[in-house]
Each structure stands twice: as C-alpha cells, then as structure tokens.
C-alpha cells in the first residue's frame, strides 16, 4: 500500500535562506510524486512532478526536488526562501491513475522577514 | 484562458439543509474529484468520476452526492446527512492517467449556521 509521509507539520525560516521540506513515501511500485502548494483559502497549484525521467526535477518560483529511490525520498528544497513562499505544501504519490493518488499532512512554511 | 471553476467561494448552510457546490472546468478532463479539507489537514477525497455518467465514492463520501450529466460539470451536494459539513471543499479535474497532475479549483468555504 502506498503512503506518505511529510516529516515536519511546521517549518519556520528566515527569508534569503534555504528551504527544506521532507516527504517520504511508500509504494510498491514506481510511483509519480507531485508537490503542490496552497495559500490561504486557495486552491492547489502544482510546483513539480516526477514522472520516472530526471530524478532532480525543476518547479516554478525556484522550488526543486531530487527523487531518491534508495531512500525512498522526494525532498522539496529552494535556495533562497521569499516572503511570498509562505504556504501549506503537499507532496502527492500516485501509483497508477490520479484517483489512486495519496495526499501527505502538509507542511506548513513560515518566512520571516 | 482554460480552467476549473469552483462557486459560491463561500456558503452558509441552516442545519437540514441541502446545499450545492458548483464546479465546472474547460480543460476537456475526463477525470473530476471533490476532496473536503479541515483546518490543519491534509485533503480527503470524496467522490471522484472518470467519466460522464459514471461516479465512484471516495474515503469519506457519506451525507455526499454528485453526479456527472456533462464533461465539464461535476457538482457535489452536501446532504443534512453530513453531521460535520463545515469546511473548505476542493474541485479538481485530469486526464486519468499516470503521471498526469490534477487542477484544482480556489475552493468553497462551507459554513453552517
């Protein structure tokens, strides 16, 4: 059974620094993995997917994220954090078609100024 | 511009009443999901349809009912069976397939009075 995990319900930085958010999952087989955000009472954007290409994969505003089968991680990090990345983010895996899909807790991003 | 369109953005239910969530998209999307989403949760899917005149029930479908008469129309009615019906509630559309991200909608805020 597929399953995922996003290690920190809170993640608080100061803005101009790095940002990590950890998702880890479980699937037994090759996953699709997505990140999303949402801002306050706003719907879900997408931010990157993986979909067994390149396992670091470019998002917008930045964002990025490596898949790491042997860890079963798929960490989503940014350079430098903005103000305006403070959200909820949700890392998704899917196994075959979307209605399959797994949503994590969220995580929920603080930058300050 | 193509997109998937969620409204009222905020309703207010008397208790024992039925109430109706619209939600429409213009991507030609075969797939559609509703997901209800408490303060500090993650999403949690209620019914999905991955064709017209064809739905299935999600995690948490009861005191829900939809139907899919049109492509492009997937509304969800919140019936006075639902005991808990305050929350914020996200349309989203795919194509069903993996892979393939889904796009939501910004969302109706439910509240019952």
């Known amino acids: 059974a597929q399953s995922v995990t996003q290690l920190d319900s809170h993640v608080s930085v100061s803005e101009g620094t790095p940002v990590l958010l950890r998702c880890n999952y479980s699937s037994s087989y090759s996953p699709s993995l997505f990140w999303y955000v949402q801002h306050p009472n706003k719907g879900l954007q997408l931010l990157l997917k993986y979909t067994s290409a390149a396992t670091l994969v470019k998002g917008i505003n930045g964002f990025e994220a490596e898949f790491k089968k042997s860890e079963t991680s798929f960490h989503l990090t940014k350079p430098s954090a903005h103000m305006s990345d403070a959200a909820e983010y949700f890392c998704v895996v899917s196994e075959a078609s979307y209605d399959k899909v797994i949503f994590g807790p969220g995580t929920s991003l603080s930058v300050i100024p | 511009d193509g997109g998937i369109t969620q409204s009222p953005k905020y309703l207010f239910r008397k208790e024992g009443q039925n109430v109706t969530l619209s939600c429409e998209q213009n991507?030609?999307?075969?797939?559609m999901y509703w997901y209800r989403q408490d303060p500090g949760q993650g999403l949690r899917l209620i019914y999905y349809s991955q064709i017209v005149n064809d739905f299935q029930k999600g995690d948490i479908a009861e005191g829900y009912s939809v139907s899919r008469e049109k492509k492009e129309s997937f509304p969800l009615t919140v019936t006075s069976a639902q005991k808990n019906p305050t929350a914020f509630y996200l349309c989203a559309s795919s194509s069903p397939s993996k892979y393939t991200e889904a796009f939501f909608g910004q969302g109706t805020r439910l509240t019952v009075v």
């Open positions: 991507l030609n999307h075969d797939a």
